[in-house]
């Protein structure tokens, strides 16, 4: 069973900073990517960022610049720094983890439960 448990969203003014983190637990084998996506109201859920286990970043074009992922191997959690943030960038933010898990090695897609980020004046 795997767990991924998200943490740091909120409500913050246009132009503020927010940091969210993201820990996977279980019984996990290895993990090829873990990252982040969003959805807002009446929109599709999209990529926001992501980082493989070799430490290669993508990123979604309008998140550039004002948002950064790392992560932490170790600890098998992952953030995403956020700064410069807009109205626009309102939305349910999900963790999402490309992992094999031990006992089967088998390769799945996981999810978080998600955390709300509101931009707001």
């Known amino acids: 069973q795997v767990q991924l448990v998200e943490s740091g969203g909120g409500l913050v003014q246009p132009g503020g900073s927010l940091r969210l983190s993201c820990a996977a637990s279980g019984t996990i084998f290895r993990i090829n990517a873990m990252g982040w996506y969003r959805q807002a109201p009446g929109r599709e859920r999209e990529l926001v960022a992501l980082?493989?286990?070799?430490?290669?970043?993508n990123y979604s074009d309008s998140e550039k610049g004002r948002f950064t992922i790392s992560r932490d191997v170790a600890k098998n959690t992952v953030y995403l720094q956020m700064i410069g943030l807009k109205p626009e960038d309102t939305a349910v933010y999900y963790c999402?983890?490309?992992?094999?898990?031990?006992?089967?090695?088998?390769?799945?897609?996981?999810w978080g439960q998600g955390t709300q980020v509101t931009v707001s004046s």
């Open positions: 980082v493989t286990s070799g430490g290669s970043t």
């Open positions: 999402y983890a490309d992992l094999l898990i031990s006992w089967n090695r088998v390769r799945g897609d996981y």
